[in-house]
């Protein structure tokens, strides 16, 4: 079953705007990570955060992640037409499984 | 990163016939690789975990029989779809697990069941 909801559903703006994506859980976890899926295409690995952290950083890309609310965001800054895609957040409860959001489709234009 | 290829990358097949996906990671050793399905649109779901040396940890609702796991060797899980019906049409992706609790996915393989 799936562990959480992902907010919006679709998200569409424009070259240079910053792309905000939210992702709940249900059940206490180990680390959440982010996923990109290109149309038609595997996933690809962005960002591991653990249980303990707030937020990190990689490139244009923001993490945070709230325990209490059992939450998290991920911030795309100045977005490109490149960034277009699939995004998912999936949930480890220390077992190594991974539990699969709903995805945000973002679609950025140039 | 760490590279995880899938063969095929796409397949169709009559109805009643088995198909066989391979998993393999390219540089690194995974003892523990996942299968995932994903329908149009929607999201993956985990359908087993493969570990190598034992038998696969399946999800509930899916069928063991129909789907069959091996995994021959630290680098290398095959799935295969027995008896395949247009219903298992659907995009199977598979992951590895490295040791730094990262799994990278495969390009996916795309079944087409006539």
């Known amino acids: 079953s799936q562990q959480g909801e992902e907010d919006p559903q679709a998200l569409s703006i424009q070259e240079g705007e910053n792309a905000t994506m939210n992702c709940s859980y249900k059940?206490?976890?180990?680390?959440l990570q982010w996923y990109r899926q290109n149309s038609g295409r595997g996933l690809v690995h962005l960002i591991l955060?653990?249980?303990?952290?707030r937020e990190k950083h990689s490139g244009r890309l923001r993490v945070t992640l709230d325990t209490s609310k059992k939450s998290s965001s991920l911030l795309i800054t100045a977005s490109r037409a490149a960034d277009t895609a699939s995004y998912f957040c999936a949930t480890d409860s220390n077992t190594g499984k991974l539990i699969f959001g709903q995805g945000t489709t973002l679609q950025v234009k140039p | 990163g760490a590279v995880v290829s899938q063969h095929p990358s796409w397949v169709i097949c009559k109805s009643g016939t088995s198909v066989k996906i391979e998993c393999r990671s390219l540089d690194f050793q995974a003892t523990t690789m996942f299968w995932y399905r994903q329908f149009p649109k929607q999201s993956l779901m985990l359908m087993a975990t493969?570990?190598?040396?034992?038998?696969?940890?399946?999800e509930q609702g899916v069928e063991k029989d129909k789907f069959l796991i091996n995994h021959a060797s630290l680098t290398l899980s095959t799935l295969t779809v027995t008896s395949a019906h247009p219903e298992d049409s659907s995009f199977y992706i598979c992951?590895?697990?490295?040791?730094?609790?990262?799994?990278?996915f495969g390009p996916g393989t795309r079944l087409l069941v006539l």
């Open positions: 955060i653990r249980s303990n952290e």
């Open positions: 493969s570990n190598e040396g034992s038998k696969a940890t399946y």
């Open positions: 059940t206490s976890i180990n680390n």
């Open positions: 992951s590895a697990l490295d040791n730094q609790e990262t799994q990278y």
